[in-house]
């Protein structure tokens, strides 16, 4: 699990309980599965009737991937860019052909397939920005379903929080004290779960998915550039210097753990 990750969950839940401790003498006044379901339940009907259910079951699925550390592949997509440079600037069309085959990452196969075919160096940028654009899109898109779930949440709490004040008051004239305690009881907790999901789950999760397709969308501009610039037959060591200048900058503003070391040709 992400360091991050692993050290903020656990914040969260000693905060959390160490109020439950501090605060009730009846841990189990803090549980209500009706109140989970209104909150969760309600929040992920709202998602999904905002949003396409194909987008939504895409970032249910990709959410497990935040909890891990990133694997970045800047280092082994700049070895094969290089690598490509070298066949293809001595005109070695056949080998340059062969070499995309061990190309790994499709942005950067696909971009120097179009190179090979003899693409234009226009049409060859607006392609690579039209498919950034592409990923950019998606990716936003699912952080902003986070954020929307960050929205609903509360909403969902305080509708709870209406349904058990309107059944306390409908049966105020003949029910016991239980029964309006249980009542009230459920009308607060809904709200504290919607709070908690808002603000321990959804919104951190919104905020490191936008933060990885930041990180991802400058690897794709860096590769982009060398893309253009192998297209352009530039020598090799101008593409290593300029791709490395990228990655220092990149490692100092993402403090990446293990240093980026590129390949000189």
């Known amino acids: ?89 001595v005109c070695d069309a056949r080998a340059a052909e062969r070499e995309l085959a061990s190309i790994s990452n499709p942005f950067v196969a696909t971009g ?56 306390m008051l409908t049966g105020l004239g003949e029910a016991a004290l239980n029964d309006i305690g249980s009542s009230m009881a459920f009308a607060m907790i809904t709200t504290v779960y919607g709070i908690i999901a808002s603000n321990l789950l959804f919104k951190p999760l919104a905020i490191k998915r936008e933060r990885r397709t930041t990180q991802h969308l400058m690897q794709m501009t860096a590769l982009m550039e060398g893309i253009l610039q192998i297209h352009q037959k530039r020598h090799p060591m101008l593409i290593s210097d300029a791709l490395e200048a990228y990655c220092a900058h990149y490692q100092a503003t993402d403090s990446m753990s293990s240093p980026l070391t590129l390949v000189k040709a």
């Open 112 to 167: 120097l397939r179009q190179v090979v075919e003899g693409s234009g160096l226009e049409d060859l940028g607006k392609s690579l920005q039209w498919r950034i654009a592409g990923v950019r899109s998606q990716e936003n898109g699912q952080t902003q379903i986070l954020y929307s779930m960050a929205t609903f949440a509360p909403a969902f709490g305080m509708l709870g929080t209406l349904f058990g004040l309107v059944h």
């Open 1 to 89: 699990m992400n360091k991050s990750v692993l050290v903020g969950s656990i914040g969260g839940v000693v905060l959390v309980t160490g109020v439950l401790l501090l605060s009730a003498g009846n841990m189990g006044a803090f549980f209500s599965i009706p109140g989970l379901i209104v909150v969760l339940g309600g929040t992920l009907v709202a998602t999904l009737v905002s949003r396409p259910v194909v987008e939504v079951r895409e970032l249910i699925e990709s959410i497990p991937a935040l909890f891990r550390p990133e694997e970045s592949t800047m280092e082994r997509d700049v070895e094969q860019l290089l690598k490509f440079a070298r066949r293809y600037r």
